[in-house]
């Protein structure tokens, strides 16, 4: 059984910075892909961050240059590091892994972590 498990959310201040951290366990071989999206109150879910295998990323262009997402891959784990964070960053964070068990591919998510910018 795949599971993703997050920490690291909270509530910052704007222009404040913030680390989500995502572990994956169970078995799972191989990972294509891991990342996050988030949902803010009364919107759909959005693709925030991915990073492939091969370290190739990919970010929302509302994140770009203010969000770093890194992964270890010894350790199934998934890194986003935000920084001048602003009021419209508030979400729940989703971790999502890509990637096959023994009954295929799939895409497994994390329980979510809430994110809140306010001063």
């Known amino acids: 059984q795949v599971r993703l498990v997050e920490s690291g959310g909270g509530l910052v201040q704007p222009g404040g910075s913030l680390t989500l951290s995502c572990v994956a366990s169970?078995?799972?071989?191989?990972?294509?892909?891991m990342g996050w999206y988030r949902q803010a109150p009364g919107k759909q879910r959005e693709l925030v961050a991915t990073?492939?295998?091969?370290?190739?990323?990919n970010y929302a262009d509302s994140v770009k240059g203010r969000f770093t997402i890194s992964r270890h891959n010894n350790e199934n784990t998934v890194y986003l590091q935000m920084s001048s964070l602003r009021p419209e960053d508030t979400a729940i964070y989703y971790c999502?892994?890509?990637?096959?068990?023994?009954?295929?591919?799939?895409?497994?998510w994390g329980q979510g972590t809430q994110v809140t910018v306010s001063s």
């Open positions: 169970g078995s799972i071989f191989p990972i294509y892909a």
């Open positions: 990073i492939t295998s091969s370290g190739s990323t």
């Open positions: 999502y892994l890509d990637g096959s068990s023994y009954s295929g591919r799939g895409i497994y």
